[in-house]
């Protein structure tokens, strides 16, 4: 559900502005807060996580949930896991495998490993509150730099550079000039977030949703939508004439015929049960043996399956 919108915002070209280069000047952050922030004000998505009652375990929980995850997939399973585990010390409390069961067919069911691993330390170290402290979220187990920042921006409203693939997206083009940031974040993208980030810090914090829903919305990895842009006479990459992309290829996800499928394929049969798995059941999973072996193996290797004697397999209790 989306907020209410005003009409789209006329497209730059219906105005006249002929394509060009921008001075300096003009791709400073100040020139993009205000209407990036205005359009989100306007245009933002109604989700669980953005409420106030979502509170910091909410926003966290989503960052988990949300990374190479759409929204449509993530809505189900985050009402379902909030209301199970309101609170990191209710995750805590139960046995891992029970995270990794409730994850579902999200995709990267280590994620929920790792989640799992923060509400422990959550509940340890932070009296079962999730910390405000950037240092502090940094620390905790599964947490890395982008968690960490979002969590600290969306939810407890500090200045922080978010960089997700959406937020790296509007900013490539938009001020860089080029249609796809590189393959990984670079010490050149963090320098111009940081560059672009407002000075106060609540605004900062709105900045960095905004953008990020810019880019979920309107500035998207196909089919961009420039005429419903708020920044599209700004745009460096629109004003060169959109420049087709000249890096490295860009990674795709593949799935179908994957050890990657396998491992779904396999959990999907763990999730199910409730007493330990035979092997001989797991072997009618997939046809392939070794390739079948080899999922087999890797998630026992990451935690998230549990080999027993006799040849059984469960979903982890430590």
């Known amino acids: 559900m989306t907020a209410p919108t005003k009409p789209p915002y006329s497209s730059p070209a219906d105005a006249g502005t002929a394509p060009g280069p921008l001075l300096d000047e003009q791709v400073t952050g100040a020139h993009l ?8 004000d306007d245009n933002a998505r109604d989700l669980p996580w953005r409420r106030p009652e979502a509170g910091a375990w909410g926003v966290m929980v989503s960052e988990f949930m949300l990374q190479q995850t759409p929204v449509n997939r993530v809505l189900p399973v985050y009402e379902q896991w909030l209301a199970r585990w309101p609170r990191p010390a209710d995750l805590a409390a139960e046995a891992p495998g029970e995270a990794v069961r409730a994850w579902g067919r999200l995709g990267y069911p280590r994620r929920a490993l ?18 405000s402290d950037h240092a502090q979220l940094l620390a905790l187990p599964g947490i890395g730099e982008y968690t960490a920042a979002a ?9 922080h550079a978010v960089l997700d693939t959406n937020v790296r997206r509007v900013f490539a083009r938009a001020v860089t000039g ?13 320098k111009l977030a940081r560059a672009l980030l407002p000075e ?16 979920a919305l309107v500035c998207t990895a196909k089919n961009e939508t420039c005429g419903r842009c708020p920044i599209a006479a700004q745009c460096a990459w629109r004003l060169a004439g959109k420049p087709e992309h000249t890096g490295p290829p860009r990674r795709g996800q593949t799935y179908a015929g994957t050890d990657r499928q396998v491992r779904g394929k396999l959990l999907a049969v763990l999730r199910d049960a409730h007493a330990p ?7 009618r999973v997939w046809h392939e ?10 998630l026992v290797a990451d935690g998230l399956v549990e080999p027993l004697p006799g040849g059984q397999y469960r979903l982890p209790l430590t």
């Open 151 to 159: 969590v600290a921006s969306f939810a407890y409203g500090q200045r």
């Open 33 to 40: 807060h205000s209407p990036v922030i205005d359009w989100f």
């Open 200 to 215: 106060e810090q609540e605004t900062a914090a709105r900045w960095a949703a905004a953008s990020m829903e810019l880019g």
């Open 178 to 190: 080029v249609q796809y940031p590189p393959n990984a974040t670079t010490a050149a993208e963090r």
């Open 277 to 283: 798995v035979p092997q001989t059941v797991l072997d």
């Open 114 to 131: 790792r989640l799992h691993g923060a509400a422990v330390a959550i509940t340890e170290r932070h009296g079962g509150d999730v910390p």
């Open 289 to 298: 043996p070794v390739q079948r072996a080899r999922a087999l193996d890797g």
